[in-house]
């Protein structure tokens, strides 16, 4: 494994490559304030290595080792995240790229094929909602607070390492299947390796979700895309409706559904050979 920092404008962005060069180009995009160690284990990437691609991972800003903002507010916009996309592309020096997006990132994967579609093979979105709309995207999210991913907000942490490493571990343990939950071990290294990285900041999540207000797609938004879409979706999804993977599957023009059983909003490691196998029969 190899790292680097790709660069757009004043803005680092940090990256890491698994594989040998010269395979098929793939771009894994991270999750809503998440680092790519944390949404792309060491394991799931270096299996796709082994099918004989060329695999990248990175931080999305305000994440992980890249470049970190400040305040509550708007601090960027979605359009400076792609940009961030096309950095790594280009410190890669790949022209083009197969992208592969978790959440957030199937969302920014989207983005990328209506605003660069010169530079798109492929793109598969991992529990993700179509960018369709701002009330399209809320309807296919839940929203229920109790049980839910939202109880975090009603719980207190303290700012020791421990607290902090059992923060994110708590999200990790809500995004899973209540049938195939992720490993123990691993969900433990990730949160303590997330921390080791950077300090939870609990602004960058507003952050990240305000750079998505008042985004301009192009006419046709996302039923302009014609790059080949696999959409990639659990049956056990906590977060997202089960509407939502068809949903994007039938507005782009040339999508395909997939469902996995027992996966959540991420995937076990049991899982691994399964969506493996789905990616690299989609990607060129």
């Given at each position: 494994?190899?790292?680097?920092?790709?660069?757009?404008?004043?803005?680092?962005?940090?990256?890491?490559?698994?594989?040998t060069p010269g395979g098929k180009p793939l771009?894994?995009?991270?999750?809503?304030?998440?680092?790519?160690?944390?949404?792309?284990?060491?394991?799931f990437c270096r299996a796709l290595a082994d099918a004989g691609l060329h695999v990248v991972r990175y931080d999305n800003r305000d994440s992980g080792l890249s470049t970190h903002f400040t305040g509550r507010k708007q601090a960027y916009a979605e359009a400076?995240?792609?940009?961030?996309?096309?950095?790594?592309?280009?410190?890669?020096?790949?022209?083009?790229?197969?992208?592969?997006?978790?959440?957030?990132?199937?969302?920014?994967?989207?983005?990328?094929?209506?605003?660069?579609?010169?530079?798109?093979?492929?793109?598969?979105?991992?529990?993700?909602?179509?960018?369709?709309g701002d009330l399209a995207r809320l309807m296919l999210r839940y929203m229920r607070l109790f049980p839910g991913p939202f109880k975090l907000a009603f719980r207190r942490y303290g700012q020791s390492p421990e607290e902090q490493q059992r923060m994110?571990?708590?999200?990790?343990?809500?995004?899973?299947?209540?049938?195939?939950?992720?490993?123990?071990?691993?969900?433990?290294?990730?949160?303590?390796?997330?921390?080791r990285r950077h300090r939870p900041d609990r602004h960058a999540r507003t952050r990240q979700i305000a750079a998505g207000r008042g985004v301009r797609r192009p006419p046709g938004g996302i039923s302009r895309i014609t790059a080949p879409v696999l959409v990639?979706?659990?049956?056990?999804?906590?977060?997202?409706?089960?509407?939502?993977g068809p949903k994007l599957a039938e507005i782009v023009a040339n999508?395909?559904?997939?469902?996995?059983?027992?996966?959540?909003?991420?995937?076990?490691?049991?899982?691994?050979?399964?969506?493996?196998?789905?990616i690299v029969r989609h990607v060129v």
């Open positions: 494994m190899n790292s680097g920092i790709a660069r757009n404008g004043d803005v680092e962005i940090a990256y890491e490559d698994f594989g771009l894994l995009i991270s999750g809503l304030d998440e680092q790519m160690v944390s949404s792309w284990p060491d394991g400076d995240m792609v940009e961030d996309m096309m950095a790594v592309l280009d410190a890669l020096g790949w022209d083009t790229a197969n992208l592969v997006g978790l959440s957030m990132g199937g969302g920014l994967a989207q983005y990328a094929a209506m605003w660069h579609p010169e530079r798109i093979r492929t793109l598969a979105a991992i529990s993700s909602i179509p960018q369709d994110l571990r708590d999200v990790l343990h809500l995004t899973e299947a209540k049938s195939l939950p992720l490993e123990q071990d691993w969900v433990r290294e990730a949160a303590a390796e997330s921390f990639l979706s659990g049956d056990e999804d906590p977060l997202v409706k089960p509407t939502a999508g395909r559904f997939v469902s996995i059983p027992r996966m959540g909003h991420k995937f076990a490691a049991p899982l691994w050979p399964r969506l493996v196998a789905e």
